[in-house]
């Protein structure tokens, strides 16, 4: 995929812009998730180096991490893609291949992989006994496993690096960019700003906006039933006090997961814009393809 006139797009002309894959609409995609949309967004990995690979974490664990890069790519700026809350699916390795087509070493690793496979969990179980698991302590030292890892791949140049999430991923955005010093710029799409502070999750974006290191572009829905415009004013109103200099953009008619495009949230001119700020907002602060 490509940004043509704002759009995601494919390079491949024989590829149509919304693919219609007979026979196997849906494959790979959540099962919380079905039925998938019957058109989505599918990205050929042609010209790419694409597939599934692992790296160890702090505790030895070793997690899948989803990684798309162009083929022959040498020290390609780095962008880390965290997870929805449905796993580490169809639709987000595709969006790895998507940023890579844009010429970015892209990785997505599966921060569930201690509790649970959320692509093949029902929603009710996915936040039962998945997404109500995960620390907020271990997913920042898996991202920094991870990012130790890509500063030994000859593809990537780990010393130019952003972070991207979308809904639970969305959070970890900015937790992620006031945790330490690893990304120089942060783009947090539809992520949730604040919510019940537990043992697990003691922080939220809204208590730790002070501290961030990296600034960060939020892309929010004015219609999210989940995340009042209030919560949105309130970071607005921290941002400038943190000598780190912030975007919001909030798009008027969208709600949450208006950039997943296998679900009728999907709103395709939100979603491009959103991808050509981030895109600005990364090369910017140096993480520039």
């Known amino acids: 995929m490509e940004l043509e006139n704002d759009k995601w797009v494919p390079m491949d002309a024989a590829v149509s812009r919304r693919t219609l894959v007979s026979g196997l609409i849906g494959a790979g995609f959540a099962v919380a998730v079905s039925p998938v949309e019957g058109c989505y967004v599918q990205t050929s990995p042609d010209g790419l180096d694409a597939g599934m690979k692992t790296f160890k974490c702090a505790d030895n664990v070793e997690m899948n991490v989803y990684v798309a890069h162009p083929k022959g790519a040498k020290k390609a700026p780095v962008i880390v893609i965290i997870q929805e809350i449905f796993g580490l699916h169809e639709h987000i390795q595709d969006v790895?291949?998507?940023?890579?087509?844009?010429?970015?070493?892209?990785?997505?690793?599966?921060?569930?992989?201690?509790?649970?496979?959320?692509?093949?969990?029902?929603?009710?179980?996915?936040?039962?006994?998945?997404?109500?698991?995960?620390?907020?302590?271990?997913?920042?030292s898996d991202i920094d496993s991870l990012m130790d890892w890509v500063g030994k791949q000859k593809q990537a140049d780990a010393k130019k690096a952003g972070i991207t999430g979308f809904c639970w991923g969305g959070r970890v955005v900015w937790l992620a960019c006031a945790h330490g010093t690893r990304f120089k710029a942060g783009?947090?799409?539809?992520?949730?700003?604040?919510?019940?502070?537990?043992?697990?999750?003691?922080?939220?974006?809204?208590?730790?906006?002070t501290k961030l290191k990296a600034p960060v572009l939020g892309l929010y829905g004015a219609k999210d039933g989940g995340i009042p415009l209030t919560q949105i004013d309130a970071m607005k109103?921290?941002?400038?006090?943190t000598g780190i200099s912030g975007e919001f953009v909030v798009y008027s008619e969208a709600g949450h997961g208006f950039h997943a495009d296998y679900r009728p949230s999907y709103r395709a001119d939100d979603a491009a814009d959103g991808v050509k700020r981030l895109v600005a907002h990364f090369a910017k602060?140096?993480?520039?393809?």
């Open 187 to 209: 783009a947090a799409w539809y992520g949730r700003l604040d919510g019940n502070r537990t043992a697990l999750t003691p922080t939220q974006p809204l208590d730790i906006a």
């Open 96 to 140: 790895c291949r998507r940023f890579a087509k844009l010429g970015f070493y892209a990785v997505a690793p599966n921060l569930y992989q201690r509790q649970g496979d959320a692509t093949k969990a029902p929603m009710s179980s996915i936040m039962a006994d998945i997404v109500s698991k995960v620390p907020d302590a271990q997913v920042m």
């Open 237 to 241: 109103a921290i941002l400038p006090k």
């Open 285 to 289: 602060n140096g993480v520039k393809a």
